[in-house]
């Protein structure tokens, strides 16, 4: 009772709150009432995968602006009725500012933020929810997978490699599309292998490195020498397997090569595809607290940054003008990238 | 006489009671430990408790787990464990879903577009179990093992059909894949709140009459009385003239047909489409939920309540610092507390019944005499 009573004085005072960041701009004593609530996907903090590149962003904010952040975490199995609840519980608390991570949100932002006018929401992965009061953070993995795909089209030996996708979903199958692209571009006579560990509704895929493990090694019997893994956690399993079998693997989401989590295995990745969640969400967070917040799809791509490939350990340094080459075919539009199969 | 009735209902609430009781004791001794606030995480709750959405969200969340409950216990009843629920409502959802959304739908009167979809989804549910069944009678293959693997081909099957070359469609710009959405003739109205932007699933009524009708069957005619015996004793019921493969292919079906209800509130109350964020694994909640509730109707109704609400005060214990996970905890302890509670109740019962029936007697034989 007593905290619901509190709860609800710091909503209306931070209403008023926001008011003055939207109208006033970037004065610092607004940056210092900046009120962020992020919603994670399941997993949460911690999955060493998509929700803990959201939460770098969110730590680099608020080291640097001194934010007030409120971070909640999904369950497994929860409706979209929860998610909204979720959200609508951040912005009745006087979180003026929210962040939904994941597509799974759609609903929950779309319903939420209709209520909530003076809060400014971003959902990322997803173009779906349009109000004046939401932006859309999304990302083309396809470009990037390209990428990679022409790197390991160009380092394999035998002509076939691998690509295993956490679980079988459409945000998913547009890292396969874009890599199969990029390796039949560089190299039209390669074999690509394609596995995904799970299907939905079960998402264990995108964390179960055993998984990884007996995928990769299935696909480095099969003649691959290297092998994509775009399945967040589960890609460590995919690295294990690749050095015991003195083959090589891609790395996804951020420049797995530095991760200190992979140290171990960091000598047979040869390259990562980059998104980069933090810097879309540090980003939006700068945004509101300039008063510049603007609605509407952002897509991170080659052109803009946000998705690129990483060149950390040097593997690749002989094919990099070749890969670059593609990148700057890309960016100039020249080469399309399909996203769907 | 009285007297022990007066006892038995004393000991048939001391179980459900103590176990909460004992659950809430070792929940907090878990907060303490973990450097949360007891008081805090209560304070937490009832606010939540007070809060119009999140009760509505708890009384659908709610209804959904008792269709999910008496599905199982339909299968408890008859010492059948099914742990298929999960699949049978999963792919009853996804394909009334697709039928519910296609075209020619539309044309239909809305309650003849209501009724199909709810009588396809449990005909798929009963279909999916008949299955297991079928393979319990005519190779004794335990459902145990046969519904499990059931759930795992249930999701590859969903998963094939989930996809624009077949049942689904998918939004430009989105990540999401789902089928057609349900127009609205095909969608069951809500009951407003006032005080919560979410509504109160209309099918909370369907829950009723399944609840309802459960305790008909069972309590009130042949059938109920063919499967509870078999349930107790299959030889019994052997020797009095019960075909026990019927009663396991009809009980089966029963169960599936049930179950194929689970997904229906939220299809054709919130979601309108089957997509990647249709909530999964509500089959291993009923399963908690009927053991909670004792596969009694009304007992389940409790469980579920409590069920819902714990899984939607969640939000606001995260929110005020509390980890959410903590409702996971708790939700296990109490299981196994209500588990562990009723066996001791019971032994202490069936002492208590026989030491007054010693008395009786004249003389009073304690339980060691007895099994010596």
């Given at each position: ?47 060493q ?16 602006f ?9 369950a ?27 597509f ?84 039209a ?13 079960d ?9 990884g ?16 893994a ?13 050095k ?26 040869i ?22 917040f ?24 002989d ?5 670059d ?17 | ?22 659950a ?23 606010t ?85 069944a ?21 999701t590859?099957?969903?998963?094939y ?19 057609a ?106 399963i ?12 389940m ?6 069920w ?29 507390s ?35």
């Amino acid at each position: 009772m007593a905290l619901g009573l509190t709860l609800a004085a710091c909503g209306s005072k931070n209403d008023s709150g926001s008011g003055g960041t939207t109208t006033g701009g970037g004065t610092s004593q607004a940056a210092a009432k900046l009120k962020i609530g992020l919603a994670y996907d399941i997993g949460g903090r911690g999955d060493q995968s998509f929700n803990d590149s959201a939460a770098r962003g969110l730590d680099k904010a608020k080291s640097e602006f001194g934010i007030d952040v409120k971070e909640l975490e999904a369950a497994a199995g929860e409706t979209d009725a929860q998610k909204e609840d979720r959200l609508r519980q951040l912005a009745e608390g006087g979180y003026t500012t929210i962040i939904a991570v994941g597509f799974a949100y759609e609903t929950a932002v779309e319903k939420t933020a209709k209520d909530f006018p003076e809060v400014k929401f971003a959902i990322i992965d997803s173009a779906g929810p349009s109000a004046d009061n939401v932006a859309n953070l999304t990302f083309a993995e396809q470009e990037g997978s390209f990428l990679v795909g022409v790197a390991a089209a160009l380092k394999s030996k035998t002509g076939n490699v691998g690509f295993i996708g956490g679980v079988n979903v459409p945000l998913i199958q547009k890292f396969e599309v874009g890599f199969t692209a990029g390796v039949k571009a560089a190299k039209a006579d390669a074999t690509v292998q394609v596995k995904y560990l799970t299907q939905p509704p079960d998402f264990t895929g995108f964390n179960d490195p055993a998984k990884g493990e007996t995928a990769a090694k299935g696909m480095f019997d099969a003649g691959a020498d290297i092998v994509y893994a775009a399945a967040g956690g589960s890609g460590n399993g995919v690295f294990k397997t690749a050095k015991a079998n003195g083959k090589f693997g891609i790395g996804v989401d951020s420049d797995q090569y530095n991760l200190p989590a992979l140290a171990d295995v960091k000598d047979v990745i040869i390259t990562s595809m980059i998104k980069e969640v933090d810097v879309a969400v540090y980003d939006f967070i700068t945004s509101v607290k300039d008063g510049k917040f603007a609605k509407g799809e952002k897509v991170y791509d080659l052109k803009a940054g946000g998705i690129d490939y990483a060149t950390s350990g040097g593997k690749i340094d002989d094919i990099k003008s070749k890969i670059d080459e593609y990148k700057a075919k890309i960016t100039s539009g020249e080469i399309k990238v399909p996203s769907t199969k | 006489m009285r007297n022990l009735t007066a006892r038995s209902v004393l000991l048939g609430l001391a179980a459900p009671l103590g176990a909460l009781v004992f659950a809430a004791l070792v929940c907090g001794i878990i907060l303490a430990a973990t450097g949360n606030s007891p008081i805090d995480t209560v304070d937490a709750m009832a606010t939540a408790a007070q809060r119009p959405r999140t009760l509505v969200n708890s009384l659908n969340s709610a209804t959904v787990y008792y269709l999910a409950a008496v599905a199982v216990a339909i299968g408890f009843r008859m010492k059948l464990f099914n742990i298929g629920v999960d699949g049978q409502y999963r792919l009853a959802a996804m394909l009334s879903a697709a039928l519910a959304g296609a075209a020619f739908m539309d044309n239909l009167p809305s309650f003849l577009r209501i009724a199909l979809t709810i009588g396809v989804a449990m005909l798929v549910g009963a279909g999916w179990a008949g299955l297991a069944a079928l393979l319990k009678v005519t190779r004794g293959v335990s459902e145990v093992i046969s519904t499990i693997m059931l759930n795992a081909i249930a999701t590859y099957l969903v998963s094939y059909l989930l996809n624009p070359a077949r049942l689904a469609e998918t939004t430009p710009g989105s990540n999401n894949i789902g089928t057609a959405k349900i127009t609205e003739g095909g969608q069951v109205p809500g009951i407003e709140v006032s005080g919560s932007s979410t509504k109160v699933f209309g099918l909370v009524v369907l829950a009723a009459v399944v609840g309802f009708v459960y305790w008909f069957v069972l309590s009130r005619t042949k059938f109920g009385f063919e499967l509870k015996a078999t349930g107790l004793s299959e030889s019994a019921a052997v020797a009095s003239g019960v075909s026990v493969k019927k009663m396991v292919v009809i009980s089966m079906l029963l169960s599936g047909a049930v179950a194929g209800l689970v997904g229906m509130p939220q299809l054709l109350g919130s979601s309108y489409t089957y997509s990647l964020d249709f909530p999964p694994g509500l089959g291993f909640v009923g399963i908690a939920v009927a053991l909670l509730g004792r596969n009694h109707p009304v007992g389940m109704m409790v469980a579920a309540l409590l069920w819902g609400f714990l899984d939607n005060a969640a939000n606001a214990l995260d929110i005020s610092g509390v980890p959410r996970e903590i409702v996971l905890i708790m939700q296990g302890v109490i299981v196994l507390s209500v588990v562990v509670a009723y066996e001791l109740v019971r032994r202490y019962r069936v002492r208590a019944e026989q030491q007054a029936v010693g008395k009786a007697l004249g003389r009073t034989k304690t339980l060691e005499e007895v099994s010596a």
